[in-house]
């Protein structure tokens, strides 16, 4: 009785009784579905992208269906190099007809993602496959009792092609069967949820911070006032599943990436989070995510020559070309342009 003292707690709140009930009914919608041969990774992709389903019920759906209900087997693994030409991974994992193929990609940035390998599309968040991250391949038949030979045949042999990167003859055990699949199409629908109680009055907003434009080569365009634009954040489509771009190069020109390129770093990064809410910069250098910029110059490493590298994830992804364009100013002798102004201003650059 002690091991399950707490088994049922999260649902003696309102709040996750109603996510509870909203992963329960999700689960079951998803079971009509792929009873009906539509790939798990299809339907959670619309799932996600209808906000029916969020990122972090990705991996319980994928294991309470695949593993526990369907019985797929499954191979975890880490990349032990890097991979991008998805296109032949997808051409030929169209030709195994005796198998069912789902890849749970954890990525670094977006979580974990899942992937009909069949279809392109789904390969486009991934962008490429890097050293010492993580996939799980589940193959199955949409049922229980698959044969435990061809799912562990589907599932060594897609690995082989993302180590090696070499497809190499289509094995028969994967095309002497015909299992049809469907595609996934399925409307949004309502969700029954507990209603919650009156809500207090909001607390009063806060002030918004003041926002500066840059002067000389980095002017913003000017209104029809005459007076310089005062960005706003543009709002980001809801109901779609984060992308990201490839990354993007930055050359540092300074004769060192100093504490004046770090903080002009900082500004253009917090202007381009202004004007667009929801869309994220990463920064990478050396091989390793930079979380705190101010690394970049402790480190002291970081010279005249060397290159960091950026990318965006968001939902709608915009302006990234003037974004390289600033950050490339900010790596060189030129970034003192973004600090003529006061101490917690926001720039207008976007």
Excluded at 52 to 69: G, R
Excluded at 177 to 205: G, N, T
Excluded at 206 to 230: M, R
Excluded at 324 to 346: C, D, H, I
Aim: proline share 6%.
């Amino acid at each position: 009785m002690a091991d399950n003292a707490y088994a049922f707690e999260r649902l003696s709140t309102r709040d996750g009784f109603n996510q509870s009930l909203r992963h329960f009914k999700a689960v079951n919608e998803i079971v009509v579905d792929f009873e009906a041969h539509v790939n798990l990774a299809d339907i959670l992709d619309e799932l996600l992208a209808d906000k029916q389903v969020l990122s972090e019920q990705v991996v319980p759906v994928l294991n309470a269906l695949l593993v526990d209900k369907y019985k797929y087997r499954y191979q975890t693994h880490n990349m032990t190099g890097n991979f991008a030409d998805f296109g032949k991974v997808a051409a030929e994992v169209k030709k195994w007809t005796a198998v069912d193929v789902v890849v749970a990609y954890f990525h670094p940035e977006l979580g974990p993602l899942p992937i009909n390998p069949r279809n392109e599309d789904h390969w486009q968040s991934v962008q490429s496959l890097r050293t010492n991250e993580m996939l799980t391949v589940y193959c199955g038949r949409f049922e229980e009792g698959g044969s435990k030979r061809v799912c562990e045949d589907a599932a060594r042999q897609l690995l082989r092609i993302l180590e090696t990167g070499k497809v190499g003859r289509t094995l028969k055990s994967l095309t002497k069967d015909s299992l049809s699949q469907k595609q996934a199409s399925r409307p949004a629908e309502p969700v029954l949820a507990l209603q919650p109680r009156a809500k207090a009055a909001p607390d009063l907003p806060k002030q918004p911070q003041k926002k500066f434009p840059v002067p000389g080569a980095l002017q913003v365009a000017a209104s029809g006032a005459g007076g310089p634009e005062t960005p706003t954040a543009a709002s980001q489509p809801e109901g779609r599943p984060k992308k990201m771009t490839p990354m993007y190069s930055i050359p540092v020109t300074n004769e060192l990436f100093h504490n004046g390129n770090v903080e002009a770093w900082k500004k253009i990064i917090e202007s381009y989070r202004a004007k667009y809410a929801g869309l994220d910069v990463y920064i990478f250098y050396d091989g390793e995510r930079i979380h705190d910029i101010n690394t970049l110059f402790k480190w002291g490493k970081v010279k005249h020559g060397s290159a960091i590298l950026i990318s965006v994830g968001g939902n709608e992804i915009l302006d990234v070309t003037k974004l390289q364009k600033y950050l490339r100013q900010g790596a060189s002798s030129g970034f003192e342009a973004f600090l003529k102004f006061p101490v917690n201003t926001v720039l207008s650059l976007f």
